[in-house]
């Protein structure tokens, strides 16, 4: 029997995570499919009973469907838990399994790209405050980096968010960012602006010293404004291509039993799947 994954989301036709699981799952020379299935929030609890009934090993869940999910597993994460989101479920010993990999999507891209960089970095700057700078900033410490500088453009979520992780967040305001950008070793952008089909994100990287490491979540396009204009100044660009890659091996390794490598060769299968600027 063919061994069957999913990615559910509402909307979830964009999703390019087919392409990594069917690149893997080919390299390996196994019997299984990864497939895009089309799930509002009110269907959900339907999907996760297909589940439990065997038809699939596990999956993907990607917005707006990681927070409605969590309440139907059986086991939950502490990292999902910390994030009220689950982007991995599987099944094991008749229970149902969710975690979430996105934080650890984000270092391990970092980690392979720039070694030694939790070492240079003492103070770091995210923009945003939805689930991917909660991600972050789950993230960073894990690496030792406990100063944390929080902006957003509605100040309460950033405060709200920032009182999660009282120890290590301080939420600033917006208009501060040009200041905070010349005290940083890591700027993260975690909004989607500066994505195709977006507003951009207007922001003064005038202050920024050469060294700094700009990192994008954004991957459409490779290259946003934010991180052209900061490989200008001298800074070190980071897109969120790797981010996407790294967060699906563990979810790959629970379903079918084997931990996947990253490659060249995968990265340039997905770049030509993105549209050019």
């Not at 957003?152 to 305001?173: C, D, G, I, W």
Request: include cysteine; hydrophobic fraction near 45%; glycine fraction near 10%.
């Amino acid at each position: 029997m063919t061994k069957r994954c999913f990615i559910i989301g509402h909307p979830v036709a964009h999703s390019r995570s087919p392409l990594i699981h069917g690149h893997w799952l080919a390299e390996h020379g196994l019997a299984g499919s990864y497939e895009r299935v089309e799930v509002p929030p009110a269907q959900v609890a339907a999907l996760i009973a297909r589940l439990r009934a065997g038809e699939f090993l596990g999956g993907n869940v990607t917005v707006p469907n990681k927070e409605v999910v969590l309440p139907l597993l059986d086991e939950v994460s502490e990292t999902a838990r910390a994030m009220g989101a689950a982007n991995t479920l599987w099944m094991e010993d008749g229970r149902l399994h969710g975690d979430n990999t996105d934080a650890y999507g984000f270092l391990a891209h970092l980690d392979a790209c720039l070694p030694g960089w939790a070492g240079q970095t003492e103070k770091a700057l995210i923009l945003g405050a939805g689930g991917a700078a909660r991600a972050v900033i789950y993230g960073l410490p894990e690496r030792g980096i406990r100063r944390i500088l929080l902006v957003n453009r509605s100040p309460e979520r950033a405060l709200e968010l920032a009182a999660a992780f009282p120890k290590e967040v301080e939420a600033r305001p917006w208009q501060e960012i040009a200041q905070l950008v010349g005290e940083s070793d890591l700027i993260v952008n975690t909004t989607s602006l500066g994505m195709r089909g977006q507003p951009p994100l207007a922001i003064d990287l005038s202050g920024l010293r050469p060294g700094t490491i700009v990192d994008d979540i954004v991957y459409v396009p490779l290259e946003t404004p934010l991180l052209a204009e900061a490989r200008r100044l001298g800074g070190v660009p980071v897109d969120g291509l790797g981010m996407l890659l790294h967060q699906a091996v563990p979810g790959f390794e629970r379903w079918f039993g084997i931990r996947p490598q990253v490659t060249a060769a995968l990265r340039a299968k997905l770049e030509a799947d993105i549209p050019a600027a």
